[in-house]
């Protein structure tokens, strides 16, 4: 009962979603207050009932109801509670299911917090919003339902949740990456509002400004849980493979981030604003087409668990219609919007210009690198692999160029920067950095990208302390009560950019400080890895509640000191026959000892991956400072709610 | 009880399956050179597993990733040339395993398209900066 009762909430859900499309057009059309206002109440009612039918999807996943098919396939017994709820994600039905749930979540937000915006902007922002929302809940009901039972012959038994997703990093992953993905669909919702009601304005980037923050705060955090799952359950010790999943969220990633710098020109100077409505409908393009390439199953990748070719097709004219549609509208009436202002080669709008153009780049880049091989085995040419040595090679170096900008663009000032400035505020931390990172590479392999990566992020790291610092020494106040003056968005900005220093020294540390062997060993045998020596003392098999576990047990010591035991494992999940690897690791904020167990040989000896991974953490440290910094920039002062836009 | 019993079992028939075929396949190798060594663990880095979803032969657990790593191993150890051993690659499983895709007529525009880009957006940076000292010159 309670799965047909959540179905029918769905499709109320649905039914409620194209109202809140249809009703407030007509309202804003024959200029009707009372059906524009409506746009509120449907919005919130398409909300209640989508997460009613979440909550029905849970309630039976929790008490085991496998009649439903997807429940059958996703879950068992065996399995304990908190999986069984994340199993609700686990697959294509219900993953799709909390995508319309954080999709309409953040619609009622959107519209609980509308209430300063003129009336006719906030009728056609919530219609937009909600005929987002009616497309994907009809995608769900039509093409792929959570609901559908499998009566009278129900099993007993649940095929499992795949052995992959049992795990804490893919609790919490789906539903940050779509808070990020949806969350997108908000400054795209404010760009077609803007493009039809003309009111595009400093007021307008203001208010579009925090939903951008968050949306790419959430997404940088999804992105960064994804690489940490994959690093550490894929078993291969690997952060990034360029896979085209991978690809799919980094698309939208690069370019939400040229779209919260441009948003930055067009609040403060009035510049580049079509530029940024172009920016908005893209990004939103590009989270779709990441929906796309992974749900239809056009790509081989490693981390897609759900696909299905007919399903393709509906997202791809929901992106045709939808995208299309706002495309349209923006080359008839992109003419209509003025900039107000100009600058010139120095100005900090020129280095924005810059950052944007590059970011972009590296997008098209990406996308080239993702889709030719569709294309080219569409067009007869043979399949073709575009894996991590193209990336690095075309990629990396136009990464770092953009990252190098990122010392200068902060410091300059708007409109224009005396050169004779620049060069006075950038030699000597350049001189500096370029100390610390000959300092730092005797200790290193040295490679020219690397050293020149390290280099500038040792740069953009001075360079951002020494802004702040010279912002909060001022002769007239103390240094404290000046720092509390400071705007949020400020500290945003640095902040998020520090992030982007430590991901880097991450990145540049783990490639070319790190060792990894491949050893076969006995039990009693010991290997060592750069300084520290792993002993396999002791090997056993256990039975958990849904998998045998056939665990080593490993005595590490670091130059005769010792460190612990790790515990990798291989695990057979017996209801999918099912093997998975589930590596050791030690953390550590320098280092981390990473364990893969292998196979048995025939004479009991196992083969065993050992690496030691230098500085691996500061990548997703990197990735949680980021997002701090994007969330302190959205919640400044000067982005709460106060007047119309006018 | 009895479950318990088959699923170890069936655990180490498991085990014992995948071992048979493959049992001294991973065994450390060993190579006359350091440098044949760092050509090895790039090989098989950068060569793709023709039957996985998306891995290279370094990270796939598969019987024929191990078997094709034996291959680079024995090439390299008889003194073939990384271009040899990814010719011969190409010629059994097609360009479908170098995750370097090759430079030619077909990938042309795949190799092409970053300058492309750099080169457009450089226009594209003069062309707006040219037009804003025009607004600068007549408006201010």
């Known amino acids: 009962m309670i799965p047909e009762l959540a179905h029918f909430s769905l499709i109320l859900a649905m039914c409620f979603a194209v109202l809140g499309f249809l009703v407030p057009v007509i309202g804003v059309y024959q200029r009707d207050r009372v059906l524009a206002r409506l746009s509120l109440p449907l919005t919130y009612l398409t909300g209640v009932f989508t997460f009613l039918a979440f909550l029905g999807l849970c309630y039976s996943f929790s008490v085991d109801d496998f009649s439903v098919l997807y429940i059958a396939e996703n879950s068992s017994q065996l399995l304990p509670l908190w999986f069984k709820i994340s199993a609700v994600w686990g697959g294509h039905e219900g993953s799709l299911l909390l995508w319309v749930l954080i999709l309409s979540g953040w619609n009622c937000y959107v519209a609980f917090r509308s209430h300063a915006l003129y009336e006719d902007f906030r009728g056609i922002l919530l219609s937009v919003l909600s005929l987002i929302s009616s497309g994907f809940l009809s995608f769900l009901l039509f093409t792929s339902s959570p609901f559908v039972r499998l009566l009278p012959n129900s099993p007993q038994i649940g095929g499992d949740l795949n052995p992959l997703l049992q795990d804490f990093g893919l609790i919490i992953h789906p539903p940050m990456l779509y808070m990020g993905y949806v969350g997108f669909s908000v400054p795209f919702a404010f760009a077609i509002a803007a493009l039809i009601t003309g009111k595009m304005d400093a007021q307008w980037a203001r208010w579009v400004r925090p939903w951008v923050n968050f949306a790419w705060a959430f997404l940088t955090l999804g992105i960064a849980l994804g690489s940490w799952w994959a690093y550490y359950e894929l078993g291969w010790g690997g952060w990034w493979f360029w896979d085209p999943v991978e690809n799919a969220s980094f698309m939208p990633w690069l370019a939400g981030t040229a779209l919260l710098h441009s948003l930055a020109v067009s609040e403060k100077r009035g510049l580049f604003k079509s530029w940024t409505l172009l920016l908005a409908i893209f990004t939103f393009a590009l989270s779709f087409l990441g929906t796309f390439l992974v749900r239809s199953g056009v790509l081989t990748s490693v981390h897609s668990f759900a696909s299905d070719p007919t399903r393709g097709t509906y997202v791809l004219t929901m992106l045709l219609i939808i995208v299309g549609g706002g495309l349209l509208l923006f080359a008839m009436r992109a003419s209509s919007i003025r900039n107000t202002s100009y600058f010139d080669i120095f100005g900090k709008e020129s280095w924005l210009l810059l950052n944007n153009i590059l970011l972009i780049t590296l997008t098209l880049i990406v996308f080239v690198g993702t889709l030719s091989p569709l294309v080219l085995e569409a067009m007869g040419s043979g399949r073709v692999s575009v894996g991590p040595p193209y990336f690095n090679l075309v990629f990396n170096p136009v990464a770092c160029l953009l990252i190098f900008f990122m010392g200068i663009g902060p410091i300059s000032r708007w409109q224009s920067t005396k050169p004779k400035y620049l060069l006075r505020v950038t030699w000597f931390p350049f001189i500096l950095a370029l100390f610390i990172a000959t300092a730092c590479f005797q200790f290193l392999l040295f490679e020219w990208l690397a050293f020149f990566a390290f280099t500038i992020a040792l740069w953009v790291l001075i360079m951002a302390i020494r802004d702040l610092l010279g912002k909060a020494v001022t002769k007239d106040t103390t240094v404290f009560t000046r720092m509390r003056k400071l705007p949020k968005s400020r500290y945003g900005m640095h902040i998020a950019h520090i992030g982007v220093v430590i991901s880097l020294i991450g990145v540049v540390l783990v490639s070319i400080n790190s060792e990894e062997r491949f050893v076969r060993l006995h039990v009693g045998e010991s290997a060592s890895v750069k300084n520290y020596q792993f002993t396999l003392s002791d090997m056993a098999v256990s039975r958990e509640a849904n998998f045998v576990s056939q665990k080593a047990e490993f005595n590490v010591t670091n130059n005769d000191v010792a460190l612990g035991v790790m515990y990798p494992e291989k695990r057979y999940y017996q209801t999918r026959g099912q093997v998975m690897t589930e590596a050791a690791l030690s953390t550590g904020f320098t280092r981390d000892l990473y364990i893969a167990l292998g196979e048995r040989y025939d004479d009991d000896s196992w083969s065993v991956k050992i690496y030691v991974k230098s500085f691996v953490r500061w990548i997703w440290l990197g990735a949680l400072v980021m997002m701090f910094g994007g969330i302190l920039a959205a919640l400044d002062k000067r982005y709460k709610p106060r007047g119309e836009i006018e | ?140």
């Open chain 2, 1 to 140: 009880m009895a479950l318990w019993l088959r699923a170890v079992f069936v655990w180490f028939a498991f085990l014992s399956g995948i071992n048979s075929g493959m049992a001294l396949a991973d065994s450390i190798r060993e190579f006359e050179t350091p440098s044949q060594k760092v050509r090895y663990e790039q090989l098989i880095q950068s060569l793709r597993c023709p039957k996985c979803q998306n891995q290279s032969l370094a990270d796939s657990d598969s019987a024929i990733a191990t078997d094709l790593r034996d291959q680079v191993y024995r090439m390299i150890t008889s003194n073939k040339s990384n271009t040899d051993i990814e010719d011969y690659m190409v010629a059994r499983y097609g360009e479908f395993v170098l995750y370097k895709p090759v430079f030619e007529s077909h990938t042309f525009f795949l190799w092409a398209a970053p300058l492309l880009f750099l080169s457009v957006g450089a226009i594209v940076f003069i062309l707006v900066l040219r037009a804003q000292r025009k607004i600068t010159e007549t408006e201010f």
